[in-house]
């Protein structure tokens, strides 16, 4: 009763301050969650936005196979890539989430489950030719400070 209590209260002052603004509120029962506007009600308690973390559209994707890698960090540094750093040889931006490959075809989607967890990388840039016919993933920072710390792991990688 105690927690349905401070519940109502809650609503009861969160209605003032809407009706003040005309807007109007929609409230969950008190074990359940909903987002509205900058205000966020859970479990009966109110919280800002910024204090919950963002609600995740999670779905699964079933990898076709996995595959042992050998993974490292790259930047968009001249000195590691070719005269236009900042494009992929799919002709896109680099960006979080790219990769380079040259044993995987572009546009291969894949995790690094130990890594990285659920986390999607593209194979949208290729590695120096040295490369070729081995099983070496090399995934793009925006530093190359942050590459290096990164550094070489050896994974399995799930190829979706």
Do not use: C, H
């Given at each position: 009763?105690?927690?349905?209590?401070?519940?109502?209260?809650?609503?009861?002052?969160?209605?003032?301050?809407?009706?003040?603004?005309?807007v109007?509120?929609?409230?969950?029962?008190?074990?359940?969650?909903?987002?509205?506007?900058?205000?966020?009600?859970?479990?009966?308690?109110?919280?800002?936005?910024?204090s919950?973390?963002?609600?995740?559209?999670?779905?699964y994707?079933?990898?076709?196979?996995?595959?042992?890698?050998?993974v490292?960090?790259?930047?968009?540094?001249?000195?590691?890539?070719?005269?236009?750093?900042?494009?992929?040889?799919?002709?896109?931006?680099v960006?979080?989430?790219?990769?380079?490959?040259?044993?995987?075809?572009?546009?291969?989607?894949?995790?690094?489950?130990?890594?990285?967890?659920?986390?999607?990388?593209?194979?949208e840039?290729?590695?120096?030719?040295?490369?070729?016919?081995?099983?070496?993933?090399?995934?793009?920072?925006?530093?190359?400070?942050?590459?290096?710390?990164?550094?070489?792991?050896?994974?399995?990688?799930e190829?979706?």
């Open positions: 009763m105690g927690k349905r209590f401070v519940f109502l209260s809650s609503l009861a002052a969160l209605n003032l301050i809407f009706a003040a603004r005309d109007s509120l929609a409230i969950p029962g008190p074990n359940s969650f909903n987002s509205v506007g900058n205000i966020i009600v859970a479990d009966g308690a109110v919280m800002a936005r910024s919950f973390p963002e609600p995740q559209n999670f779905y994707i079933k990898p076709k196979k996995t595959v042992s890698v050998v490292t960090g790259y930047s968009s540094s001249v000195d590691e890539t070719d005269d236009t750093p900042y494009i992929t040889a799919s002709g896109t931006f960006r979080n989430g790219v990769a380079a490959s040259n044993f995987l075809p572009l546009g291969t989607k894949f995790r690094i489950p130990e890594i990285y967890d659920d986390n999607v990388f593209v194979i840039d290729r590695m120096n030719a040295r490369y070729d016919g081995k099983s070496w993933v090399d995934i793009w920072f925006d530093s190359k400070a942050k590459a290096k710390v990164f550094g070489k792991k050896s994974a399995e990688i190829i979706l």
